[in-house]
């Protein structure tokens, strides 16, 4: 899990030296010359390539959240309304109470806990409070969600900020994303490179979770965070964990399981857990509703 960690400060520390230059061509080696193309063949490519990619978005911080613990952001589902109460979505393991055990699911319980509202430049700009915690929990998936005093309409009317859109459709492997953290004001980017099974970490087991490509080495301190869609500004899942040491399915280190049980381990790969779930839990003025049809999430 991704709490914030002394080891982190020092990861943060050094993580602006950048990435890694290209391998350089050996010295005296003569690039290959391809043969011509017409030009109409060119152009066609060109267009074709153009149409294929999706337009991205600069994806910055505004609509995140500081936990004293974790990061998060202010979020709405495509049915909320302006006048509803704001919700924040960080991670179960981020609870002020503790990790939830295995099979343990928090429900509509009272909370008063506040976050860091950050703009575009990352500058807090707010506080926000909770009146209380709507879900929680660390079974299946890895997530809370808080309501919060604030409707969406005052939120913008009195700081510019809108809350971002969590999409209720399955994310997609290749998506340009970006992890956005209120925590540490940075930005994580990268792609979806797949999704796992099962992924284990000590005595938590979570579904089909987004695996990121290497570029997005998070740390201590980013749980909770967004993960945003490029192409469409959406919340798509919600960053949780990652394999530091190369252990096998221990805490910090969860390992992949398949469908016949085979269990691979990626140091140094981080990821998230899909977050299209939760629309269709909430109900009118984004009250949950874990009985509503089409509703997955795990029940009390």
């Given at each position: ?46 267009a074709a390539t153009r149409a294929a990619a999706p337009a991205l978005r600069a ?74 915690l709507a879900y929680g929990t660390m079974t299946d998936t890895d997530v809370s ?156």
């Open positions: 899990m991704r709490k914030p960690l002394v080891a982190a400060l020092f990861a943060l520390a050094i993580a602006g030296a950048g990435a890694a230059p290209a391998v350089a061509a050996p010295a005296g080696a003569t690039p290959a010359t391809p043969a011509a193309a017409p030009a109409s063949a060119l152009t066609a490519t060109t994806v910055n911080l505004a609509g995140t959240v500081a936990l004293s613990n974790c990061s998060g952001s202010v979020i709405r589902f495509p049915s909320s309304l302006d006048t509803d109460p704001a919700l924040v979505l960080s991670n179960g393991h981020c609870l002020s109470t503790g990790f939830p055990g295995p099979g343990e699911v928090l429900v509509n319980q009272a909370s008063s806990r506040t976050f860091g509202l950050l703009n575009s430049a990352g500058t807090k700009v707010a506080t926000l409070r909770a009146s209380k969600i808080y309501q919060l005093t604030s409707t969406y309409a005052s939120i913008k009317s009195a700081y510019g900020i809108s809350a971002l859109t969590v999409q209720d459709t399955h994310p997609v492997a290749g998506t340009a994303i970006t992890v956005a953290s209120g925590y540490w004001k940075r930005l994580y980017s990268c792609n979806v490179d797949g999704f796992v099974y099962r992924l284990k970490e000590g005595d938590w087991t979570w579904k089909d979770s987004v695996r990121y490509t290497s570029a997005c080495q998070t740390i201590g301190g980013t749980s909770g965070s967004p993960v945003i869609d490029q192409s469409t500004g959406k919340v798509v899942a919600v960053n949780n964990t990652g394999n530091e040491d190369g252990q096998r399915c221990t805490e910090n280190n969860p390992c992949e399981v398949d469908a016949n049980g085979n269990v691979t381990v990626r140091q140094g790969i981080n990821y998230a857990q899909e977050t299209y779930l939760i629309p269709a839990c909430f109900t009118t003025g984004n009250q949950l509703s874990l009985n509503k049809a089409g509703c997955t999430l795990p029940k009390p």
